[in-house]
Nanobody, 116 residues
Framework: QVQLVESGGGLVQPGGSLTLSCAAS????????MGWYRQVSGNERKMVAI???????NYADSVKGRFAISRDSAKNTVYLQMNSLLAEDTAVYFC??????????WGQGTQVTVSQ
């Protein structure tokens, strides 16, 4: 089993920045990708950004140019730097890890609220 622990959510004003962190621990694994998804109450969970094992990245159109995903392989930690935050970025953000053996793991979620 792999455990994911997220941190860094909170309340920020529009135009502000936040950095989310997600640390993986537990059983050893061969990484396919790690990433961030977000969910607004009552809606489906949607991909925000992912980073592949080879370092390749993919972003949702709505966050391109504002968010940046990165990974510290030595720490098994992925980060999401969020800049120029908008009210519509308000959501619960979930970390996700996919292994090459097609296992998937979710974090517990962290609330990000963008508001005056």
């Amino acid at each position: 089993q792999v455990q994911l622990v997220e941190s860094g959510g909170g309340l920020v004003q529009p135009g502000g920045s936040l950095t989310l962190s997600c640390a993986a621990s537990g059983s050893s694994f061969s990484l396919n990708f790690m990433g961030w998804y977000r969910q607004v109450s009552g809606n489906e969970r949607k991909m925000v950004a992912i980073i592949m094992g080879n370092g390749g990245t993919n972003y949702a159109d709505s966050v391109k140019g504002r968010f940046a995903i990165s990974r510290d392989s030595a720490k098994n930690t992925v980060y999401l730097q969020m800049n120029s935050l908008l009210a519509e970025d308000t959501a619960v953000y979930f970390c996700y890890l996919a292994t090459r053996s097609k296992e998937g793991y979710w974090g517990q979620g962290t609330q990000v609220t963008v508001s005056q």
